[in-house]
């Protein structure tokens, strides 16, 4: 190989290792300028009548949506929920009164080269929610009675003894006349105030 040849090969092979630097270097700025911040988690509470978990959290600026995981706290799997457009989520839980681990965080999705890329963000601090119940103020947990439970199988009363009563159920958002009514598992017996403030409606079947 003569002078001139060994002086063209090494500037192409100077020119490729300078373009593959920049080109490293572009890829890693384009990271950098589309990986969404760290979430910050503003509450996650448990409802303690349905099996769900209501979570929200601050907006991240540039983010095309969250990513919410959770699991039992005694395992180690993760179930994983993308949300848009909002920052918030009510997750529904398949065990009644259980310790959750949750987390969030955001994505942004950019489109390189005709393909849509995924960046996720870091993610926030982890919450553990239990499901347990606070009682409402100025209610007391005995019936008109004076007991502080009831028959057919309920789980007790809330608030109740003011003559307008009513049954709501483990699952669903109907509050009944009658412990019996819908073939209801272990309802509660509570104010009617009180299940209406919880968001529950009349059954059509006992009103």
Known sequence: MNKLMRKVVVLMVAFSML???AFASGSTEVQAATTPAKVTIKSAK???????IFVSWKSVKNATGYQVAFRKTNSSVYRKVSVRGKTSRTLLLDTYRTSYTIKVRAFRQVRVKGKVKTYYGKWSNIKVVKQKYTPPKNNTSSDSSGNSGSGNGSQG?????SGNDVWIPRTGKKYHSRSTCSG???PTKVSKSYAESMGYTPCKKCY
């Open 19 to 21: 373009f593959a630097g």
């Open 184 to 186: 209801m598992n272990g």
């Open 157 to 161: 009363s809330i608030g109740t003894g």
């Open 46 to 52: 448990a409802n303690y009548w349905h099996d769900e």
